[in-house]
């Protein structure tokens, strides 16, 4: 009896016959590794050779990367730097601008508090900051200082003459540079 063959069994019965002819047509397919002659070297001993002749050019060329990358973080930092000195010579600029504001202000603030009356000025004063406040009656003489004094807030007044003896001690004065 003939066996009726739908397409997919005869794919089947056909495919691995036909997979062995293919296999058998590629050469080399089936091939050993033949032992070595005398002259010729193993893939392992050419792999060998190989990394062997890059290794010195490698690196050189990773320390070359490693240069180029320190220029470049040492050419930022110079320009850091650089930036900072600007800005330290604009903050010294700007800091004497402001002491000599500051002198002229106080000189004509301590003026202005020789003319007045020790119970105005004290209560002006007690409202300034108290470094201000201070500093112009220590620019007073004494006897004008101390009537100021007498009519202000005893802590207040006191605060101020702390600060002012402060200024006369010598170890508070020194320049921190």
């Given at each position: 009896m003939i066996e009726k063959l739908t397409v997919s069994d005869l794919v089947r019965r056909l495919a691995l016959p036909a997979m062995a002819v293919v296999a058998l047509s590629i050469p080399g397919a089936f091939a050993q590794e033949q032992p070595t002659l005398k002259g010729e070297m193993t893939s392992q001993e050419e792999i060998k050779q190989f990394c062997t002749n890059i290794a010195d050019p490698a690196r050189d060329q990773r320390y070359l990367l490693q240069k180029q990358e320190l220029e470049k973080l040492r050419a930022d930092v110079d320009s850091r730097i650089a930036e900072m000195n600007r800005r330290k010579e604009e903050y010294q600029d700007w800091l004497k601008r402001r002491d000599d504001f500051l002198k002229q202000a106080e000189a004509g603030l301590t003026d202005i508090y020789k003319k007045m009356k020790p119970d105005a000025a004290a209560s002006q004063l007690e409202q300034m900051r108290i470094e201000v406040a201070a500093a112009v009656i220590m620019r007073l003489n004494p006897s004008q200082s101390s009537l100021i004094l007498n009519e202000m807030d005893p802590k207040k007044a006191g605060n101020i003459?702390?600060?002012?003896?402060?200024?006369?001690?010598?170890?508070?004065?020194k320049d921190p540079s």
């Amino acid at each position: 009896m003939i066996e009726k063959l739908t397409v997919s069994d005869l794919v089947r019965r056909l495919a691995l016959p036909a997979m062995a002819v293919v296999a058998l047509s590629i050469p080399g397919a089936f091939a050993q590794e033949q032992p070595t002659l005398k002259g010729e070297m193993t893939s392992q001993e050419e792999i060998k050779q190989f990394c062997t002749n890059i290794a010195d050019p490698a690196r050189d060329q990773r320390y070359l990367l490693q240069k180029q990358e320190l220029e470049k973080l040492r050419a930022d930092v110079d320009s850091r730097i650089a930036e900072m000195n600007r800005r330290k010579e604009e903050y010294q600029d700007w800091l004497k601008r402001r002491d000599d504001f500051l002198k002229q202000a106080e000189a004509g603030l301590t003026d202005i508090y020789k003319k007045m009356k020790p119970d105005a000025a004290a209560s002006q004063l007690e409202q300034m900051r108290i470094e201000v406040a201070a500093a112009v009656i220590m620019r007073l003489n004494p006897s004008q200082s101390s009537l100021i004094l007498n009519e202000m807030d005893p802590k207040k007044a006191g605060n101020i003459a702390s600060i002012i003896a402060s200024a006369s001690d010598p170890n508070t004065s020194k320049d921190p540079s």
